[in-house]
């Protein structure tokens, strides 16, 4: 086994779904280190495929990858993300011999203050042509996150309820957008738009936030049709309640929500910027993103409308076809192992 993997998550969140994806779907044997007693080592507990070891300490964690580094044999270790980047470059100091590969999910593990100088042998991998952009001053490859899809059938029309339900999955926070998701509400609300339309939030809620704990109290009351759900493990469950998905952080790094939404036949509209606006350009779904200007509120609100109007099967179709060709499991899988030294 010359390769180990660390998840610095015991989450299950976006990056801790596709690492589990990955090992789901490889046909080689790793030894996968992750927190101890979390939700993420279970889980993988139970794929019964891979050597599982649990960590209390990053650095008791690190000390004994040193170790084996010193040791010999060991010649790549994989980072799931990129928040341990000062333990990254010491073990590449250690193992000159050695590759040691960041995988960069977020905004701030690009800025140079945080990665400084690199060792030749740390190998940066980014999510997305935003994330690469900013990491421009660093040698590094993009490979976008693995989706499948299960079924290429394309309902007709919208399975009509009582009322039409928009998701919105992802913590509620000032980093998914929340400011945007206040100024959509105090906008529509105004007018006959609530009386058809139900907005659902999946994800905990930042309390520690002052403009999220703000938006929560506000929009938690009996007399606005927002609900606030929390955290949802099972994704199936989740976004079969849903009739559309809607993602207002103009500088999403990804926004894997957009794939999951287009991958099960639901429309998924966003701005027309970061990650997010990527998904649905190179799906050739522009006309789901809107730009963000003045009147984009309005800009929103009729494509929702046009949508619970009439289901857009033919961009449906078009989506779960470009998911097949640009963002399969078996790519993932083979494009991120070409960075392991075997």
């Given at each position: 086994?010359n390769?180990?993997?660390v998840?610095?998550?015991g989450?299950?969140?976006?990056?801790?779904?596709?690492?589990?994806?990955?090992?789901?779907k490889?046909?080689?044997?790793?030894?996968?280190?992750?927190?101890?007693s979390?939700v993420?080592?279970?889980?993988?507990?139970?794929?019964?495929k891979?050597?599982?070891?649990?960590?209390?300490?990053?650095?008791?964690?690190?000390?004994?990858?040193c170790?084996k580094?010193l040791?010999?044999?060991?010649?790549?270790?994989y980072?799931?993300?990129?928040?341990?980047?000062?333990?990254?470059?010491?073990?590449?100091?250690?193992?000159?011999?050695?590759?040691?590969?960041?995988?960069?999910?977020?905004?701030?593990?690009?800025?140079?203050?945080?990665?400084?100088?690199?060792?030749?042998?740390?190998?940066?991998?980014?999510?997305?042509?935003?994330?690469?952009?900013?990491?421009?001053?660093?040698?590094?490859?993009?490979?976008?996150?693995?989706?499948?899809?299960?079924?290429?059938?394309?309902?007709?029309k919208?399975?009509?309820?009582?009322?039409?339900?928009?998701?919105?999955?992802?913590?509620?926070?000032?980093?998914?957008?929340v400011?945007?998701?206040?100024?959509?509400?105090?906008?529509?609300?105004?007018?006959?738009?609530?009386?058809?339309?139900?907005?659902?939030?999946?994800?905990?809620?930042?309390?520690?936030?002052e403009?999220?704990?703000?938006?929560?109290e506000?929009?938690s009351?009996?007399?606005?049709?927002?609900?606030?759900?929390?955290?949802v493990?099972?994704?199936?469950?989740?976004?079969?309640?849903?009739?559309?998905?809607?993602?207002?952080?103009p500088?999403?790094p990804l926004?894997?929500?957009?794939?999951?939404?287009?991958?099960?036949?639901?429309?998924?509209?966003?701005?027309?910027?970061?990650?997010?606006?990527?998904?649905?350009?190179?799906?050739?779904?522009?006309?789901f993103?809107?730009?963000v200007?003045?009147?984009?509120?309005?800009?929103?609100?009729?494509?929702?409308?046009?949508?619970?109007?009439?289901?857009?099967?033919?961009?449906?179709?078009r989506?779960?076809?470009?998911?097949?060709?640009?963002?399969?499991?078996?790519?993932?899988?083979?494009?991120?192992?070409?960075?392991?030294?075997?």
């Amino acid at each position: 086994m010359n390769t180990i993997i660390v998840s610095p998550s015991g989450n299950f969140y976006g990056s801790e779904q596709v690492l589990y994806n990955f090992l789901n779907k490889t046909s080689n044997k790793y030894r996968v280190y992750v927190p101890k007693s979390s939700v993420f080592y279970y889980k993988l507990k139970e794929l019964q495929k891979h050597r599982i070891s649990g960590f209390k300490s990053l650095p008791w964690l690190y000390f004994k990858l040193c170790l084996k580094v010193l040791a010999g044999g060991l010649k790549s270790i994989y980072i799931n993300e990129g928040g341990h980047i000062k333990y990254a470059k010491l073990l590449a100091k250690i193992a000159p011999k050695s590759s040691i590969i960041l995988h960069i999910r977020l905004l701030e593990d690009c800025e140079s203050k945080r990665l400084g100088v690199l060792p030749s042998n740390v190998k940066l991998i980014g999510i997305s042509d935003f994330i690469s952009h900013k990491l421009t001053d660093y040698p590094h490859s993009v490979i976008y996150d693995p989706i499948d899809v299960n079924d290429l059938t394309v309902s007709e029309k919208i399975n009509r309820k009582k009322q039409f339900t928009v998701g919105i999955v992802g913590r509620v926070s000032e980093t998914k957008g929340v400011a945007y998701y206040e100024a959509f509400f105090n906008h529509i609300f105004l007018g006959s738009f609530k009386s058809t339309i139900e907005f659902h939030f999946f994800g905990d809620v930042i309390f520690s936030e002052e403009v999220s704990t703000k938006f929560y109290e506000t929009f938690s009351n009996k007399h606005y049709p927002v609900f606030f759900r929390g955290f949802v493990q099972n994704q199936d469950e989740l976004f079969g309640q849903l009739d559309l998905v809607l993602h207002l952080n103009p500088n999403e790094p990804l926004g894997r929500v957009g794939l999951e939404s287009w991958s099960r036949g639901i429309p998924f509209v966003c701005f027309n910027s970061g990650g997010t606006g990527e998904i649905n350009k190179r799906l050739g779904l522009e006309s789901f993103s809107i730009d963000v200007m003045e009147g984009w509120e309005d800009l929103l609100k009729n494509r929702i409308e046009k949508i619970m109007k009439e289901l857009p099967s033919e961009d449906i179709s078009r989506a779960k076809k470009g998911i097949i060709r640009n963002y399969g499991s078996s790519r993932y899988v083979s494009e991120l192992e070409n960075h392991f030294k075997y």
